[in-house]
């Protein structure tokens, strides 16, 4: 269902013609409504940042609605040199290297990993498949972060100074320069640079926007029973009308929850399939 569609089966339904800036606010409250009662899986995006040394600071993306997951993994880039069939590289720095990270770069073998450090050169698990020399990158493992409250950050490091590698993460509160955007805090302060993956609900584009949607698409009776509920609150429609309004999209709603909180979050195999019983 396109908005042209949806604008049609609710006036249909509602036997009015709306105007459109009203038309648009009932859809968009309708899509509010449904995001926040269950988030799929279709609705997520993922996002990378860096977090420097330092700065216990990390910015929300602009459409953020929630967290699904927040990883941190350590990311160094630096030049080094190797012969072809050498499983050693001599490297410009080592700081931030450490055994087991992955190593990737022009002349590098396929899956390299760090094997021993000494010195400035870098001993790898597999051979240079070419000479090597240029930026080469070094990547650590990933690291999930636990989500706590501000004040278990502030009470647990106190101090900026104290940096380690970061364990936890709250979620901030408005940045100081843009009240609309939001900011993670991590705990301990990182003590070196790393990468952040931040796998989060957003809010899509509003079909009013767009046309399509993946909800109109999809789940199409939600978002035209929740359409209709605004709009007869707007019209203050008869309260048979309304119950009954409600209660479609009360069904409607339920299918969605099982699909978002249900299906999309199990196993066959460890949870089991859903079963009716039946007589």
Not at 126 to 137: E, F, I, K, R, T
Not at 156 to 171: D, F, G, M, T
Not at 263 to 277: C, H, L, N
Request: with cysteine; aromatic share 10%.
């Amino acid at each position: 269902m396109n908005y042209t569609q949806l604008v049609t089966a609710v006036s249909d339904y509602c036997e009015n013609s709306f105007p459109t800036t009203d038309m648009d606010t009932f859809i968009r409250q309708a899509e509010q409504r449904v995001y926040n009662i269950a988030q799929p899986a279709n609705l997520r995006k993922n996002v990378t940042g860096s977090l420097t040394t330092g700065n216990k600071y990390l910015q929300c993306p602009a459409d953020f609605l929630s967290v699904y997951s927040l990883s941190v993994y350590p990311y160094n880039t630096t030049t080094a040199t190797g012969s072809s069939g050498a499983n050693t590289i001599v490297v410009a720095s080592t700081i931030g290297i450490a055994v087991g990270q992955q190593v990737t770069g022009t002349g590098i073998g396929t899956n390299a990993l760090v094997r021993s450090i000494a010195g400035t050169t870098v001993t790898l698990t597999v051979v240079n498949s070419a000479a090597v020399s240029g930026s080469v990158v070094f990547q650590g493992d990933y690291l999930y972060l636990l989500n706590k409250d501000v004040n278990f950050i502030r009470e647990a490091y106190p101090l900026s100074a104290q940096v380690s590698e970061p364990k936890h993460y709250a979620i901030f509160g408005p940045r100081s320069d843009d009240v609309n955007e939001l900011t993670f805090i991590v705990g301990p302060t990182p003590s070196a640079a790393y990468n952040a993956e931040l796998h989060y609900y957003y809010y899509p584009e509003s079909i009013v926007t767009a046309g399509t949607s993946w909800l109109g698409d999809n789940f199409d009776s939600v978002l035209l029973y929740g359409t209709i509920c605004e709009a007869l609150v707007y019209m203050k429609g008869e309260g048979d009308m309304i119950t009954v309004a409600n209660e479609r999209y009360n069904q409607a709603i339920a299918l969605y929850k099982n699909l978002a909180d249900g299906k999309q979050r199990m196993d066959a195999y460890r949870d089991g399939q859903v079963r009716t019983a039946v007589s």
